[in-house]
């Protein structure tokens, strides 16, 4: 069964500690995503990855940063956590876009990593 | 920008009931429309999509049509059963502005009672 793993599904941290999410996929997916979600706001998105060592950033990705040295591997990164990320941190996978097929822009996440800042 | 607007939860109905969840989009380009849902402690799974205007979408009893004149794309279900409890999400990527990244709404969260 094909699927998007996050390694710790919980996080209890301290303000000013470095936190990293780790995210690994096995289906040879060339886009990686990290997503965030609060109650009330949905999902946003953080950053994105849509090959290996590449990066755009998303809608908030002020105290974030992240690193892809592998295909299947992509690492969220809090360089300083404050209590204003405590949240639901999602990450997911997708074929390429543009691909005409009908997995195009399809998501594969995994089952999130509820990470508490005190 | 792209945005997703959904309508508020929880919304609370019995089982056999009939659902709709409504959703409404703003896009820049020619967007393409999804509905994924989320189980309790599970991630986003999709349920279902459309990728141009009339096309209707459908999974598991659930439709939604893609209605370019209103910016809709309204989920629906006949009769819904206790196992469909979760949080549904409507997304949209457009297809010709480049973004590479889904934009989601906020969720609305269904309750099914027995």
């Known amino acids: 069964d094909v699927k998007v793993t996050q390694s710790s599904r919980y996080l209890v941290k301290r303000t000013g500690e470095k936190v990293f999410l780790e995210c690994v996929q096995d289906?040879?997916?060339?886009?990686m995503f990290w997503y965030r979600q609060d109650p009330g706001l949905g999902l946003r998105l953080i950053y994105f990855?849509?090959?290996?060592?590449?990066?755009e950033k998303g809608d908030i990705p002020e105290g974030y940063s992240v690193s892809r040295e592998k295909k299947e591997r992509f690492s969220l990164i809090l360089e300083s956590a404050s209590t204003n990320q405590t949240s639901m941190y999602l990450c997911?996978?997708?074929?390429?876009?543009?691909?005409?097929?009908?997995?195009?822009?399809?998501?594969?996440f995994g089952a999130g990593s509820r990470l508490t800042v005190l | 920008g792209d945005s997703v607007t959904q309508m508020e939860g929880p919304v609370t109905l019995s089982e056999e009931a009939f659902l709709t969840i409504n959703c409404t989009y703003t896009a820049t380009g020619y967007p393409s429309l999804f509905w994924y849902v989320q189980y309790p402690g599970e991630g986003l799974q999709l349920l279902l999509k459309a990728t141009k205007a009339d096309d209707k979408g459908s999974n598991k009893g659930f439709e939604a049509t893609y209605r370019k004149e209103t910016t809709s794309f309204h989920l629906e279900k006949g009769s819904v059963q206790v196992s469909d409890s979760a949080v549904y999400f409507c997304?949209?990527?457009?297809?010709?502005?480049?973004?590479?990244?889904?934009?989601f709404g906020s969720g609305t969260r269904l309750q099914v009672q027995p």
């Open positions: 990855s849509y090959d290996v060592k590449m990066k």
């Open positions: 997304a949209l990527i457009p297809m010709d502005t480049g973004r590479r990244a889904l934009t």
């Open positions: 289906m040879d997916h060339e886009n």
């Open positions: 997911a996978s997708s074929p390429r876009v543009g691909q005409v097929s009908s997995g195009a822009n399809v998501l594969t």
